[in-house]
């Protein structure tokens, strides 16, 4: 399916680097210029160190930021704080001991049944009359005399008697047990109030004591920690000073070596346009503070950032005696082409995009000058693969592969294709476009000559 420049753009952004006439692309968009004067320039460890330093200053500025939001709130913060290690302070005895208490409070509460049941059961088992252990007690009587008749009865008998013993003493502490209960109504109360408390707390603080008790020791340390805060305001406040030298020191190493880089890098491009019959154009790689808010990490008036503190453009003016405006503000189709052409030369390999199209690069210029085009087009795609569209046969005689677009209208509608040539209708493209419609035994020479010269 074919598809418009406009969409393989979005398609490939990021992918591709596509140039057309009087279109915005990475090199007329000013925002890629440091990253490429950086990548002349060979500046990939220094950044390195800028970006780290950077980083290290943002998180040291995060925690200053902190501990001085913190402050705000900090004496209402330690008021909640404070009440909430007392509350639970103050029931610590009662969430250590939880079930112990709620034992005891059952006890209190049910004390005249338990005493009254403990009391009927040793009468029934041995101060009665008709007691249990009176009955069990003739029993065992009985059964030890007839195992002098019968030695077989001896171990029975012994059970019998053993199960005397234990009712005996059961009947004993029950006895004891319910002479030592007693009812204890201001004892009960305290007990009510403190696992009423205990209740409350829960619904605030954890549904367990141990969550409670867990709760307060993270209070009080965060407590502690509120308490310290001068401490933590001065250490946090050192180490933003500490990461701020640093930071600036680094980037300002790295603008000075931009300022040495913006030259070579501006006579290289101009070198280049010459080269492309722009003899008389002029790059300039404008180099700039990055401009901040108040609220902005900053150096010395600058805003520094992961790359710095400079931004960059370049400036070119096509003819001699013209001011040098932005990449993006050309207004000649062919001379922003050709400019493109020679930044992309100069900067081949180092920038972030694997593949070039070049839409018309050719616009606007003559045989020799094409001749040097292709030549460059070529140089470029020693480090990228290259797209190139084009009606000249001196800048397509340097191709690796031709692709010839065809367009016909089929009906109501105008139908394209596109088609990979074999090396004779290469031949036969090429002296086309050398001679025309008619393609002569002269044009197919030309052509051969001409794809022969531009073998490199």
Not at 46 to 65: F, G, M, N
Not at 106 to 128: F, I, N, P, S, V
Not at 249 to 265: D, F, N, T, Y
Not at 353 to 371: N, P, R, T
Request: glycine share 6%.
């Amino acid at each position: 399916r074919l598809a418009t420049l406009a969409q393989l753009r979005e398609v490939t952004k990021g992918l591709a680097d596509i140039s057309s006439q009087h279109e915005y692309h990475s090199l007329a968009d000013a925002r890629h210029h440091l990253t490429y004067l950086d990548a002349f320039a060979k500046h990939g460890p220094l950044l390195a160190k800028v970006e780290k330093a950077y980083e290290a200053l943002v998180d040291t500025a995060a925690r200053l930021e902190e501990v001085v939001t913190e402050e705000r709130g900090r004496v209402d913060r330690e008021d909640l704080l404070r009440y909430q290690v007392n509350e639970i302070e103050s029931l610590r005895d009662v969430l250590e001991n939880e079930e112990s208490l709620v034992i005891e409070r059952e006890r209190l509460r049910h004390a005249e049944k338990l005493g009254t049941a403990a009391g009927e059961a040793e009468a029934q088992l041995y101060a009665d009359d008709d007691s249990i252990c009176g009955a069990l007690s003739r029993i065992a009587s009985s059964v030890e005399h007839a195992s002098e008749f019968d030695p077989s009865l001896a171990p029975t008998a012994a059970q019998v008697r053993e199960a005397l013993v234990q009712l005996e003493d059961a009947a004993s502490e029950l006895g004891r047990y319910a002479r030592d209960l007693s009812y204890e109504p201001a004892r009960l109360a305290v007990l009510e109030d403190q696992l009423d408390r205990l209740v409350r707390i829960k619904k605030k603080y954890g549904e367990t004591s141990q969550d409670v008790l867990a709760h307060r020791d993270e209070a009080s340390a965060e407590l502690d920690s509120l308490e310290r805060y001068e401490e933590r305001l001065d250490r946090c406040q050192r180490e933003y000073d500490e990461a701020l030298e640093h930071a600036a020191g680094v980037a300002e190493m790295l603008r000075e070596k931009r300022q040495a880089a913006a030259s070579k890098l501006s006579k290289a491009i101009s070198k280049e346009l010459s080269s492309l019959g722009m003899g008389e154009a002029k790059v300039t790689v404008e180099l700039a503070s990055l401009e901040g808010g108040p609220r902005e990490l900053q150096v010395k008036g600058a805003r520094l950032s992961a790359t710095g503190i400079d931004r960059a453009e370049l400036l070119i003016a096509p003819n001699r005696g013209e001011e040098a405006k932005p990449l993006r503000k050309i207004a000649s189709g062919g001379e922003l082409s050709r400019a493109m052409l020679a930044i992309k030369r100069v900067l081949a390999g180092l920038g972030p995009a694997s593949l070039y199209v070049f839409d018309e690069v050719d616009a606007g210029v003559g045989g020799a000058v094409a001749e040097v085009i292709g030549r460059k087009i070529h140089e470029v795609a020693k480090h990228s693969q290259v797209l190139c569209i084009t009606h000249l046969p001196q800048i397509s005689a340097y191709a690796d592969a031709h692709y010839r677009v065809h367009k016909e209208v089929v009906g109501k509608r105008t139908k394209s294709d596109i088609r990979l040539l074999s090396d004779n209708e290469r031949l036969e493209e090429i002296a086309r476009m050398l001679g025309g419609v008619t393609v002569t035994d002269q044009a197919r020479a030309a052509a051969k000559a001409l794809m022969k010269s531009a073998e490199v």
